[in-house]
């Protein structure tokens, strides 16, 4: 005989856990399932241990979608503020660290006993290492049975509302699979195609030789890839090109994809030469450029991108075309990305549960009454920075509030 609950939750992170806070405030019986052995596994992991938990500047502009409009309900109806005096009530002490992204001064463990607290608060049963053998759809809505099944290897459990919040592909380390998307395609939806987002690329043959004993050298750029631009740091690695502003450009660029990045971010590099070109003239063109560049990156850039052998010349010895085109090259540097890093180290993963098939106010299904879908399995990611947890929060919250 199957337990039965008036809401059951597949995924026990960011976006599960306040979905069934905000359920079992409502005095819902919640049950929440995670496989893990235990519960808010990438909370945990997040920011570096810090847990980067929101982003006070949170638009919908700053998410990738499908339908860029859906997120804006949830978005608005729970915001920052919202979670943030969760925090505060918690007695969470935490410091904005840059761009609006707000982290715990101590430990992200501090949010997850938060979330715990709240959930325990709320009357919700959590369940950890409890797999989910099937889910089937009940008798059409029998009030006693539920209309779906869910069997485990804790017992069978039915409820009339079921919430997929089982996250995406990224980090399989962490316990990701690709459970939420097949359990959409069982009840008829539409996964688009997903792939790894916020995620180092990778260079191949001459582009990688070319950089690989560089690894460690950061500077400051602008990574621009179809028409989206983020000014941050460029970290190069033994395989490719991370850091913030790479991650963040990674998620619009696919391979083939033109990328360019600007090394002198905030200056007018033609303008930069001809200043140093009269003030300096004597000056090697690759000693001024270490002046504003890492010194190795800028001897391997004029080695290879720029100049070459004249890389020794003074700086005056460079007429007005030539200036144009290292200027134009140090602009727009093209560098050729081969790949990404993969699921592996991807902080989340791009498409997902077709939004137009679902209630963008309540997460529900149009297709099945009752089954919703939350966080990062639907086709909504967010921006390096706090904004996917932003999402769990807003679209948990409005599950939970619906359920």
Request: a neutral charge; glycine letters at 12%; one cysteine or more.
């Amino acid at each position: 005989m199957a337990e039965t609950f008036d809401a059951i939750v597949i995924g026990g992170g960011a976006a599960g856990l306040m979905c069934a806070i905000a359920a079992g405030r409502r005095g819902k019986r919640v049950l929440l399932v995670e496989h893990a052995n235990r519960v808010g596994k990438k909370i945990l992991m997040s920011g570096g241990g810090r847990c980067n938990f929101t982003n006070t500047g949170t638009t919908p502009a700053n998410y990738l979608s499908g339908n860029r409009h859906f997120c804006k309900s949830a978005l608005a109806r729970y915001t920052p503020w919202h979670f943030i005096e969760m925090v505060e009530r918690h007695g969470i002490a935490y410091h904005e660290k840059e761009l609006g992204q707000l982290f715990c001064d101590e430990s992200s463990k501090q949010i997850v006993k938060m979330l715990l607290d709240e959930c325990a608060a709320a009357g919700v049963r959590i369940e950890t290492s409890c797999s989910i053998e099937r889910v089937q759809p009940g008798d059409g809505g029998a009030a006693l049975s539920g209309n779906f099944h869910v069997h485990t290897t804790h017992g069978a459990f039915s409820a009339p509302a079921l919430v997929v919040a089982s996250g995406g592909l990224s980090i399989p380390a962490m316990g990701a699979t690709g459970f939420g998307y097949e359990l959409a395609r069982q009840f008829g939806h539409t996964v688009l195609p997903t792939r790894a987002g916020l995620v180092p690329l990778t260079l191949s043959g001459k582009h990688q030789e070319r950089l690989a004993d560089l690894s460690g050298v950061a500077l400051p750029v602008t990574a621009s890839c179809n028409g989206a631009s983020f000014s941050n740091f460029m970290l190069v690695t033994h395989r490719g090109i991370s850091g913030p502003s790479i991650l963040q450009v990674s998620s619009y660029w696919q391979p083939g994809d033109e990328l360019r990045i600007d090394l002198l971010p905030g200056l007018d590099a033609l303008e930069t030469l001809q200043a140093l070109q009269r003030e300096r003239p004597a000056a090697e063109l690759k000693t001024v450029l270490g002046e504003l560049l890492p010194k190795r990156f800028a001897q391997r850039l004029c080695e290879v991108w720029l100049t070459g052998p004249l890389s020794n010349r003074p700086i005056k010895q460079f007429n007005a075309p030539q200036l144009r085109e290292i200027a134009e090259t140090l602009q727009h540097w093209p560098l050729v990305a081969s790949g990404t890093e993969g699921y592996r180290t991807a902080e989340v993963t791009l498409g997902g549960v077709d939004t137009d098939e679902l209630s963008s106010t309540t997460m529900q299904s149009k297709r099945v009454p009752g089954l919703f879908f939350i966080g990062e399995v639907v086709d909504v990611t967010g921006w390096l920075g706090g904004y996917n947890f932003q999402w769990a929060w807003a679209s948990g919250h409005a599950a939970g509030n619906a359920v």
